[in-house]
C-alpha cells in the first residue's frame, strides 16, 4: 500500500514549509520507552502485588495492548490509577536513558537554517513531555510543541489533525511529517500531508523495522534540507 499522493520519494524540500515531527522514537531514542513499561514497570509492579515477574509482564502488555491507539496509552495519571504505582517518579529512576537520536539536533538546526517551521507534536503526556525536555537539549528548538493530549484526540485519529491545523495553520500539502509509528502515518496520509518520512531506528538497542509503505530513514542524516 503505497502512499498515493508521495509513494516512497524523500522529501522535496523547496515545496515544504512546515515539519512536524515526533518525539518518542523519532527524535529520541525509544529504548528508554520500552525499557521503562516493558521491564521496569513489570518488575516493580510484580514486587508491590507480590507476583512473579513473567507474570506481571504478562498481565500488563495485555493491559498496556488494550489502550493502544488511546490518549490512555500515554496517560501517565491513568497508568498510576490502574497499576496503583506512581509512574511519573519510576520514570524519575531511569531518565538517565533518556537520549536524543544522533542527526537530530544537527537536523532541527537544519530545518531553522532553512527557514522552515518545526512542531514537535506528541502523543505524550505532558509529564512525559516535562520530564524528556528537562533531560534533553530539545526544548528551545522548535516554534511550538503541542501534545495530542490538549486536542482530545491521539494522533492516529484525524481530530487531532484538524486541531493541530486550527493552531498552526499549516497547509497539508506543503507539510512534511516524521513519525517512528504506522498507524499515526497512516491517518496523516488520509488527512492529505504530502512528505511522509518513517523512523525506521526508533530504538537503538532493536532492529530497524523498515516498510515500503513511506519514504523509510534510518537517521535524519539522510535527509538534511
Ligand atoms: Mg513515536
Known sequence: MN???????????????????D???TLLDKHFDDHFWEEYVPRQYARTHGISDEEASERLLKHYRSMEGTLNWTD??????????DIPALKRQ??????????????????????KKVYL????HG????????????AGKFHGIYTAHQFGAPKEDLRCWDSLRDM????????????????????????????????????????????????????????MP
Not at 507534536?121 to 505524550?124: G, L, Q
Open 3 to 21: 502512499n498515493p499522493l508521495t509513494g516512497n520519494t524523500p522529501p522535496q524540500w523547496d515545496l515544504i514549509d512546515v515539519v512536524l515531527l
Open 23 to 25: 518525539m518518542d522514537g
Open 76 to 85: 501517565l495519571d491513568f497508568w498510576s490509577r490502574e497499576l496503583g504505582l
Open 94 to 115: 531511569v531518565d538517565h536513558l533518556i537520549a536524543v537520536h544522533p542527526y537530530a539536533l544537527e537536523f532541527l538546526d537544519g530545518i531553522r537554517n532553512a527557514g
Open 121 to 124: 507534536v506528541t502523543n505524550a
Open 127 to 138: 509529564k512525559t513531555l516535562d520530564l524528556k525536555m528537562e533531560k534533553t537539549s530539545l
Open 168 to 223: 498552526i495553520g499549516f497547509e497539508p500539502a506543503r507539510t512534511l511529517l516524521a513519525e517512528d509509528t504506522l498507524a499515526v502515518l497512516d491517518t496523516a496520509a488520509r488527512y492529505g500531508i504530502r512528505y511522509l518520512v518513517h523512523v525506521a531506528n526508533a530504538s537503538s538497542v532493536r532492529p530497524p523495522q523498515t516498510t515500503d509503505r513511506y519514504f523509510s530513514i534510518d537517521t535524519f542524516r539522510e535527509i
